[in-house]
């Protein structure tokens, strides 16, 4: 499991803490996003009490309608820097 770094008790990050913080962030980002997207889409899920294994499988389903529904949003976008 990776993790981002932890600015110690009354210090700062150093750069390179804060590069891995920001990469770690940015690979994050689409999972979270396509997590609230099927809790919003799917309240069912909100409070789901189902085999893990089946709530993979609903999500996996989801996450295909939704690059269907929406490809454009999926893609990666580069940021100017």
Not at 1 to 14: I, R, S, Y
Not at 39 to 57: A, D, E, W
């Amino acid at each position: 499991m990776v993790v981002p770094h932890k600015a110690p008790q009354g210090g700062k990050l150093t750069e390179a803490q804060r590069k891995w913080n920001r990469l770690i962030g940015a690979k994050r980002a689409p999972a979270e996003k396509a997590n609230a997207d099927l809790k919003t889409r799917f309240r069912c899920l909100q409070k789901v009490s189902l085999n893990p294994g089946r709530i993979g499988t609903i999500a996996k389903a989801r996450l295909a309608l939704l690059r269907i529904e929406r490809p454009h949003r999926l893609v990666p976008t580069q940021r100017a820097a």
